[in-house]
């Protein structure tokens, strides 16, 4: 080899591996594009139609909305369907979040910013559990809406998790589309675009004039009664019960005080989903259509809804509501650890 055509190959091998650092589809692992999906939403112009799908063993539901993105973190949502939630508008500056529903009473809400620091901070908490939780691994790429995407695959480290699938916007890390699985592997939830259209601006003053006459507010948002699990200990005006079980991967994430304390409400997080728990002095809950159950004298009623099961019973003068996505038997070795 001469020495001229020796430095054209070194010249091209130099640029090759500059390429392959610099390259996001080849030096990203599935952790990075992960990271970088979760606020990839409050850097872009965006406007799309999304549908999201949750599956239930008799029922699909469905719900359809316009959403759009102006960077930096404004959001607008605006529900087409179904009926009852059609008209349902949410508007988040980055500042505060308006949510407007419709129908007689045509209420507004005025709530904390998804991006203020609070709900932030549970977001990096919530990755970090995930990443700890999950093996993330890229799949055979695809195309979405004519789009070149990141394909991830999520698979727990124990058989108790869900199985996630997410196609990630190659240029602006925006999931697309989202499945996933229960550890059956039964399709429980999906969410996808069917209409995009990336770097579109729009007039907020437009988006803002759909809403009716938005009361004066103060800039100030209080925070809510979030606790850590002392405090929330300390707080409750009554004797808490704790699960002496969780499913694996399973760890405490907040406590909440509501109604005038009355309410306690544990919060239970894998990282990707949440196990709710509520409990107050003995009391009648309303439940639409239900199922009873008995396990060791424990009687139960029980339902499946379009955002995971539901279990309600009474013990020791305590009335106690069990929320979660996970097998029902997991739900019901919970509530059967609570003493």
């Known amino acids: 080899m001469n020495l001229n055509k020796f430095w054209k190959v070194f010249l091209f091998l130099i640029i090759l591996s500059l390429i392959l650092v610099s390259s996001p589809s080849l030096a990203q692992n599935g952790k990075d594009i992960l990271r970088l999906s979760f606020d990839a939403q409050s850097q872009i112009d965006f406007e799309g139609i999304r549908k999201i799908q949750t599956y239930t063993s008799d029922k699909i539901h469905s719900f359809v909305a316009k959403v759009i993105y102006q960077k930096p973190n404004f959001i607008y949502v605006e529900y087409l369907d179904p009926p009852y939630l059609k008209g349902r508008i949410i508007i988040d500056n980055g500042e505060k979040r308006i949510e407007y529903l419709p129908g007689i009473d045509k209420k507004i809400k005025i709530l904390p910013s998804f991006n203020c620091s609070w709900i932030k901070e549970k977001r990096k908490k919530a990755?970090?559990?995930?990443?700890?939780?999950?093996?993330?691994?890229?799949?055979?790429?695809?195309?979405?809406?004519?789009?070149?995407?990141?394909?991830?695959?999520?698979?727990?480290?124990?058989?108790?998790?869900?199985?996630?699938?997410?196609?990630?916007?190659?240029?602006?890390?925006?999931?697309?589309?989202?499945?996933?699985?229960?550890?059956?592997?039964?399709?429980?939830?999906?969410?996808?675009?069917t209409k995009v259209n990336f770097n579109k601006h729009f007039s907020k003053k437009e988006?803002?004039?759909?809403?009716?006459?938005?009361?004066?507010?103060?800039?100030?948002?209080?925070?809510?009664?979030?606790y850590t699990l002392q405090e929330i200990k300390a707080r409750a005006n009554f004797f808490l019960s704790f699960p002496g079980y969780l499913p694996p991967g399973y760890t405490f994430q907040e406590g909440e005080i509501m109604a005038k304390r009355k309410i306690v409400k544990l919060v239970y997080t894998n990282g990707l989903e949440v196990i709710v728990l509520f409990q107050r002095p003995s009391a009648k809950i309303a439940m639409g259509p239900h199922k009873w159950m008995n396990f060791d004298n424990l009687g139960i009623r029980f339902r499946e809804g379009p955002y995971g099961k539901t279990l309600v019973w009474n013990r020791k003068k305590k009335t106690f509501v069990l929320m979660g996505e996970v097998p029902l038997e997991e739900l019901v070795k919970i509530a059967q650890s609570i003493k």
Do not use: H, M, Q
């Open 127 to 193: 990755l970090k559990i995930t990443l700890a939780n999950f093996n993330i691994s890229k799949i055979p790429e695809e195309k979405i809406l004519g789009r070149e995407v990141y394909t991830l695959s999520l698979s727990p480290k124990n058989s108790i998790g869900p199985f996630l699938k997410l196609w990630i916007d190659k240029k602006t890390y925006l999931i697309l589309r989202k499945e996933k699985y229960n550890s059956e592997r039964e399709l429980i939830l999906s969410l996808y675009y």
């Open 207 to 226: 988006l803002y004039n759909k809403l009716p006459r938005i009361p004066s507010i103060s800039k100030k948002f209080p925070l809510p009664s979030s």
